[in-house]
């Protein structure tokens, strides 16, 4: 494989070890609730595929109460960390009443926002009810941003939470948790440097990248990178990682999880690659299916509903796709030398167990073999 010496093949085969033995005990330590389907926004590349109306109701908050019952029953030492999503959760009412409930079981919970409806006083009262971590979007500067979410008002508010979340993070010392996630396409690309550097004006600690991929309504919109694009946004990432401004700051930035990138491991985010869906990482949709990460939608990958499926047996019995992907090595997959690291990319890029992946980044950057 291009550029990898014999430390770093020695490297990939532990981490090889290390999640056969993490996939073994499948300890379930994330879990996103989808509290609704609802949106005040019309995103370009929403994966949901969310409106402000939705078909789905929210789910009431008590049967995902019952569900932690029974994550409390049947691990009473260990800790849980609940993501609340949707959709858009800050248009329940009810989100501190659930953050009070998360945190009588012993968990912990944070949300991930288009920071449209938060305003200083729901920050607050959200905090006060145990809110611990908050993700929000920023896809460029404000003509960037507006084109993806297409509400003229939504840079301003996120800058608006930016602000708020910068000012608790240093009043709390890093104890209170956000990052901001940014969507990349073709059309946000070149704007990148100069986002980096008003992020780190404004104090972000953390930054994540992702690169959009066909699922929801962003399959409707030509919004992926091209190959040249995508090795030239590694080259960013990786970049940014050394990079201090003029004032001598910086952003911690990293790569989302997608796939597995061949000689640009380790360098672009912090860990190896690792699909950890159906192996730590479970969710509970709008409609109560119960599956791996919300970005797992395919009907394969449902694993039942908590409507007549108990979660935990679920979930210690089932998923048996997720941690066995031998039915992944399939096509190209099947000859690629670096399957026993990869094993196929991530579960998110798979429509169904018999189609292809939907895309390759070893390929993209030019190091399949």
């Not at 329940?92 to 912990?108: C, Q, V």
């Not at 994540?208 to 030509?222: M, V």
């Amino acid at each position: 494989m291009k550029n990898l010496t014999l430390k770093d093949k020695i490297k990939r085969s532990i981490f090889a070890l290390y999640k056969k033995s993490v996939t073994k005990e499948h300890e379930l330590t994330y879990l996103f609730w989808e509290c609704t389907l609802r949106c005040n926004l019309n995103r370009r590349h929403c994966g949901s595929d969310c409106l402000k109306t939705s078909g789905t109701p929210d789910m009431p908050l008590k049967d995902f109460t019952k569900v932690l019952d029974g994550i409390k029953k049947d691990n009473p030492q260990k800790r849980l960390t609940v993501a609340i999503t949707g959709g858009e959760p800050l248009l329940r009412s009810d989100l501190e009443e659930a953050g009070r409930e998360i945190i009588k079981r012993g968990f912990g919970w944070g949300i991930v926002t288009n920071a449209l409806a938060l305003t200083p006083e729901r920050f607050a009262s959200l905090r006060k009810s145990g809110m611990g971590s908050m993700s929000i979007s920023i896809d460029g500067l404000e003509e960037e941003h507006t084109y993806l979410r297409r509400n003229p008002s939504s840079f301003k508010t996120v800058v608006t939470a930016i602000d708020l979340m910068t000012a608790e993070y240093n009043k709390t010392r890093g104890l209170f948790l956000f990052d901001v996630i940014t969507c990349v396409h073709h059309k946000n690309l070149s704007v990148l440097p100069k986002l980096r550097d008003f992020l780190i004006e404004k104090g972000v600690p953390a930054w994540r990248i992702f690169s959009i991929f066909p699922s929801g309504r962003a399959a409707e919109e030509d919004l992926s990178l091209t190959q040249e694009e995508y090795i030239k946004l590694m080259d960013f990432i990786e970049e940014t990682r050394h990079y201090k401004n003029r004032d001598g700051k910086s952003i911690h930035l990293n790569y989302a999880c997608e796939g597995y990138l061949g000689s640009r491991e380790l360098k672009v985010r912090d860990y190896f690659f690792f699909c950890r869906g159906g192996i730590n990482v479970g969710s509970v949709m709008c409609d109560g299916s119960i599956s791996a990460c919300l970005s797992v939608r395919g009907k394969d990958f449902i694993q039942g509903n908590i409507y007549k499926d108990d979660f935990m047996d679920v979930w210690n019995n089932r998923f048996k796709n997720h941690r066995d992907r031998s039915w992944a090595k399939k096509g190209d997959c099947a000859k690629c030398k670096s399957w026993k690291w990869c094993l196929g990319n991530g579960l998110h890029l798979y429509e169904s167990m018999q189609s292809p992946v939907g895309h390759c980044n070893l390929a993209m950057l030019g190091e399949y073999n």
